[in-house]
Each structure stands twice: as C-alpha cells, then as structure tokens.
C-alpha cells in the first residue's frame, strides 16, 4: 500500500501528484510549491536538498515535508502522521524532516 493511502488511513487530506494529474510532467519545484500553495496543501517530497533552499525564499507556503526515503510505506507514513501531528496539523510556514530511522 502506497504513502499516501496510508496517510489518508490515518486520517489526512492527502493526495499524489498522479492524483492531480501532475506526476511525471518534470515541473520545477519552484511550480510544485507554488500549485501545493494555491491548493492549501503540503509538499511531501524526498528531493529534500532543493525543497530546503526553497523554503527560505518561498516562506509564505503551506508546508514542506521533507522525507529520506523509506522501503517500509507503513514506517514512514507513521512518521509523516506522527511528524505533523507533533506540529498539531500546522505546517504553514514550516519545515518538517522526517528521516528514515537507522535499523
């Protein structure tokens, strides 16, 4: 099961890129933060360095969840929910790093 069905399990608004009809299309991060923005949505993504110099420049977003990658989808989805749950659900403005626990 994919991240992004478990987070939904677990009670977020969450959606794909492929749900929005904007995987695969190579559109600049600049673009990614920015459409998330305009949908009042955060930005889960595993291009963690690129979305860390973004967030400075672009503050006035509505979150940014920047994940190490994670084989184990149930793992780190429980740490996305866990991660924004600990921000009670705020992300506005915010830079959450979620890291794949060493095991």
């Known amino acids: 099961m994919g991240v992004i069905k478990l987070l939904q399990d677990l009670g977020h608004n969450a959606v794909s890129a492929k749900d929005m009809g904007k995987d695969n299309q190579n559109i600049p991060d600049e673009r990614v ?31 940014i969840i920047a994940c190490t990658y994670d084989p184990e989808q ?12 600990a921000e009670n659900g705020d992300l506005k403005q915010k830079l959450i790093r979620v890291y794949r626990p060493n095991i």
């Open 33 to 63: 933060l920015e459409y998330a923005t305009l949908q009042e949505r955060a930005v889960i993504t595993f291009n963690r360095k690129d979305f860390f110099k973004l967030h400075p420049s672009n503050s006035q977003h509505d979150g």
């Open 74 to 85: 149930d793992r780190l989805a429980r740490n996305i929910d866990q991660a924004v749950n």
